[in-house]
């Protein structure tokens, strides 16, 4: 009986896979021989088979890890930073870990997954890895692990600190070729044209990517023979230019001989698939939007690529394209540059209108789409705030590539609205790779002071959440001083805030006094009602307990009554009424505004305020001497913490649990 409870990731063995019986035994080499965790990289040119090999290895060595197969496809080759959050938290959800219990933060996520993985017998599996760091991060704690690793980039810094076996894939010699065309198009027709597949094979550059291609497209034709295949192949090889990959012409001809055998609207389909920005996947939509072709057509199209193993399926409407694919569809392309800049220009337009339409959902009162880019309307693109969350993380690596694409184009406008449209959803999601990376494109890009004043605002928020407030407050006092220079009381009295929060996280309570108490009156300058809720509830943590009353009553009034939803906000209003409580002594009353806080960011996942709402608790139980429950409470709050790694509020924690008394905590 299979054991739900211990994941199982590693897809089925690849049946054409043939060969590398040499290679597969030197990796068995390590799985027997090796102390402690082992990392084993496949190497080599796209196309030679390094999944389908890692993967036979993977099943092969099964038995030598019965705790759990973790299997995670990174980014295809392409140079993608970001994606390792994804991937640990896919990894813990396999091990049954609580959504709710999962950290926001990267270094949180991988210190949780280490502890989890310590010591367990786990093979973990890394498809398509483009740098030693993401491997890094993705390493289980120290045992008796094995991690498959397939390159998408060198990674031969990986050897710097971690003991590495690299196993260098070389195309299939004549035998297993033959092998794999046999299992492709029948044994009866290898061995009846036998000079016709020897020259394929030659053509083919003793790809197993290639032979499949063309295997695909002999079994596809009804009249076509091992011979015409042979024929056009060679054509081709004569007629094409080389592709920038490598010095191996045949697999160029492979592809443009497939190319030819596919109907006109998925040729168009095809060509596309070299338009940039690109990410190693495409939406049917992306594409229909491009080419301004029916969605219908473009999955049929879409279909028949698949069918002929040019790209692959993955759901949704979405395909994997494979890096050489796009490169081969992109050097294929030899139409007017007007066409296709025209249909780069529509791809662009569909990520920056999708990302303009989530922000209307997801920010809706968020001023500056607004104020600074007024032109942009938005549309329909999501039914609901929630189908927008969902496309904007489905589209998260195209979008990046479409910031870094318009960085290149010298698209100085795009740059700055993409930043401010995706901040909303970097913040949710914490995605704040993705955050620093593209806003430090934009910085180098924009010129405008407004502009710059919000970039470096927002890239101050990101600090402060990592809890690096140096930074933080470097970012903020540029920010305040564009704000300034130009007048811009909104982004003025941002900037302030955020620089007001850091010095209170700094301890330096009488200057955060001077730049809320500022922010305030500059966010009572914009008739902003929102504005000013935020910036009455970030003073109030300064002020005495009556007056800091009355600012957050204010406040949460003003939340209550706004038309979008901000239950978060109100439950931030709720924890800081219920401490100011406790400073008057009133325990009674602060547990049940706590309590109602507490409700929200349970349900909501906001696991950090969670964790500040129980220490709030159990400040209550202990002014109220109900020294049990103040522990419990203060006991929650240390595990988030500590999951989280927010090392600072874990000690206070353990300083309140001390002084009542508490010493078997964890």
């Not at 989890?116 to 760091?133: I, N, P, W, Y």
């Not at 020897?198 to 291609?213: E, F, K, M, S």
Request: hydrophobic residues 40%; contains cysteine; aromatic residues 6%.
């Amino acid at each position: 009986m299979i054991d739900v409870s211990v994941p199982d990731q590693i897809p089925g063995r690849n049946h054409n896979h043939v060969n590398q019986d040499e290679t597969l035994e030197r990796g068995m080499a390590v799985v027997r021989g090796g102390d402690g965790n082992q990392i084993v990289v496949f190497s080599g040119t796209p196309g030679v088979g390094k999944t389908a090999t890692a993967i036979e290895l993977s099943h092969r060595a099964r038995t030598y890890y019965p705790e759990g197969r973790l299997f995670a496809r990174l980014s295809g080759g392409l140079e993608q930073p970001g994606t390792e959050a994804e991937v640990l938290k896919e990894f813990l959800l396999a091990f049954r870990e609580r959504p709710e219990d999962i950290p926001d933060r990267l270094d949180a996520r991988r210190a949780r997954f280490q502890t989890l993985t310590a010591g367990r017998r786990l093979q973990v599996f890394l498809d398509g890895a483009t740098s030693a760091s993401q491997v890094r991060t993705l390493l289980p704690g120290v045992g008796p692990s094995l991690v498959i690793v397939t390159e998408g980039r060198p990674l031969s810094t990986l050897m710097v600190d971690n003991p590495v076996t690299f196993l260098e894939l070389t195309p299939l010699e004549d035998d297993a070729a033959i092998e794999l065309f046999s299992r492709l198009i029948g044994e009866e027709r290898v061995t009846a044209e036998r000079a016709e597949v020897d020259q394929i094979i030659g053509l083919c550059g003793h790809l197993p990517i290639a032979l499949c291609v063309v295997g695909a497209m002999i079994n596809r034709s009804r009249r076509g023979t091992v011979a015409s295949m042979a024929a056009r192949l060679g054509d081709e090889r004569r007629r094409v230019a080389r592709l920038s990959l490598d010095d191996d012409l045949s697999v160029t001809s492979v592809f443009n001989a497939a190319y030819r055998l596919l109907s006109d609207p998925a040729q168009i389909c095809y060509r596309a698939l070299g338009l940039r920005p690109r990410s190693g996947e495409i939406s049917v939509p992306a594409l229909a939007a491009a080419l301004e072709m029916p969605d219908y057509d473009v999955l049929d199209a879409m279909t028949e690529l698949a069918d002929a193993r040019l790209v692959d399926e993955l759901g949704d409407d979405r395909y994997i394209v494979r890096e050489l694919v796009a490169l081969h569809a992109e050097h294929l392309d030899d139409r007017p540059g007007s066409e296709r800049s025209a249909e780069t220009a529509r791809l662009l337009d569909f990520y920056h209108q999708g990302a303009i339409d989530a922000d209307a959902l997801i920010a809706p009162l968020r001023p500056w789409r607004q104020s600074l880019f007024p032109e942009l309307i938005a549309g329909t693109h999501h039914d609901s705030p929630e189908q927008a969350r969902r496309w904007l993380r489905t589209e998260r690596a195209n979008l990046r590539a479409a910031v870094e694409y318009a960085y290149e184009l010298g698209r100085q406008d795009l740059l700055g609205q993409w930043c401010v449209l995706l901040w909303p959803f970097y913040e949710k999601e914490k995605f704040l790779d993705d955050l620093f990376a593209t806003h430090r494109l934009a910085l180098r890009a924009c010129t405008a002071p407004q502009m710059r004043s919000l970039l470096h605002t927002q890239v101050g928020y990101a600090h402060y959440w990592l809890r690096e407030l140096e930074d933080a407050a470097g970012e903020f006092e540029r920010a305040f001083a564009l704000a300034r220079e130009v007048g811009e009381v909104g982004l003025e009295a941002t900037a302030g805030e955020g620089f007001g929060l850091v010095r209170l996280a700094q301890g330096r309570a009488d200057e955060a006094r001077t730049l809320l108490v500022r922010s305030l009156e500059l966010a009572n300058a914009t008739g902003d009602e929102r504005r000013v809720a935020l910036a009455e509830l970030h003073l109030a943590k300064t002020e005495p307990p009556r007056r800091a009353l009355e600012l957050l009553e204010h406040a949460e009034a003003v939340f209550t009554g706004l038309s979008a939803d901000e239950a978060e906000n109100e439950a931030k209003v709720l924890t800081w009424r219920g401490r100011k409580l406790i400073e008057l002594g009133d325990f009674s009353t602060a547990r049940g505004l706590l309590t109602r806080a507490l409700d929200t960011m349970t349900s909501r996942g906001r696991r950090f305020d969670e964790a500040e709402v129980l220490v709030a608790l159990g400040s209550a139980a202990s002014g109220a001497e109900n020294t049990q429950q103040a522990v419990e409470h203060y006991r929650e709050a240390l595990v988030i913490y500590e999951g989280l790694r927010f090392s600072g509020p874990a000690r206070a924690v353990r300083g309140e649990l001390t002084a009542l008394g508490d010493t078997t905590s964890p």
